[in-house]
């Protein structure tokens, strides 16, 4: 079994490595934006909603929500869900990530292509990591190439999901700095924090993109087709 194999965990090392220091940043970087309030005094509700206004998508709704899928734009329901500190929040941090996911929408409102891809992909990649597990599994235990093969084709979904995934966040944060200080959300010298802010949470989206690309190249590694032995 691969998580009984330190080979797995000398080729996601790079990945734990990346995710651990990506998960210290985002903690340090909210934790000094929660001391700070915005001039403007918007909560970060009030800020997503300026920015919507802003860019005449009244029709996009703000939802509180405390889910597990935790602050998002759902671009179906053409709504912004943001948690409780968030909605309510009146800091930097708060409005640094409404405006984030308000991003997300004006991504949507204007067309842009990675998101369209990337929506369209995701509920194709979730299939793929939820089976591709079962068919890796399958394929050792009856020494199966094809079940292996087929399991590797399944998980590369989830890596071109991930690849795909970060142009559009990194798209979205740099709107959000911009509507920020356009908008008179925050002034321009207390975007420092909000971009740190932003900056640590795009990691988090390199550390899962790295961790899936290395969990990819282990089990190409493992089928032989990467030097291993199967």
């Known amino acids: 079994m691969m998580f009984f194999d330190p080979v797995y965990f000398i080729f996601l090392l790079p990945g734990f490595l990346l995710a651990g220091w990506a998960s210290w940043r985002v903690h340090a970087a909210i934790a000094e934006g929660r001391k700070y309030a915005p001039s403007s005094g918007m909560t970060g509700a009030q800020a997503a909603a300026k920015v919507l206004r802003a860019n005449n998508l009244d029709h ?35 409005v640094g990530i ?24 995701v509920p ?6 939820n089976i591709s597990w079962l068919l890796l599994i399958a394929g050792m235990f009856l020494q199966s190439f094809g079940l292996v093969m087929a399991g590797i084709a399944a998980f590369s979904l989830v890596v071109v999901a991930q690849l795909i995934n970060l142009p559009v966040e990194y798209n979205a944060s740099a709107r959000a700095r911009e509507v920020l200080v356009d908008h008179g959300i925050v002034m321009r010298n207390e975007l420092a924090p909000v971009s740190r802010v932003l900056n640590a949470a795009a990691l ?12 990819l190249l282990y089990f190409l590694f493992r089928s032989g087709l990467l030097g291993g032995r199967r």
Not at 100 to 120: C, F, S, T, V
Not at 124 to 129: F, I, L, P, R, T
């Open 60 to 94: 996009v709704g703000i939802e509180q929500t405390d889910g597990m899928l935790g602050d998002h734009y759902d671009p179906r329901h053409k709504v912004l869900r943001l948690t409780s500190e968030v909605y309510n929040g009146r800091t930097l941090t708060a």
């Open 98 to 121: 409404a405006a984030h996911e308000a991003g997300h929408a004006l991504q949507d409102a204007h067309g842009y292509a990675p998101l369209k891809l990337r929506n369209g992909i």
């Open 124 to 129: 194709m990649a979730a299939v793929g990591s």
């Open 204 to 215: 988090t989206y390199v550390a899962a993109t790295l961790t899936a690309i290395l969990t």
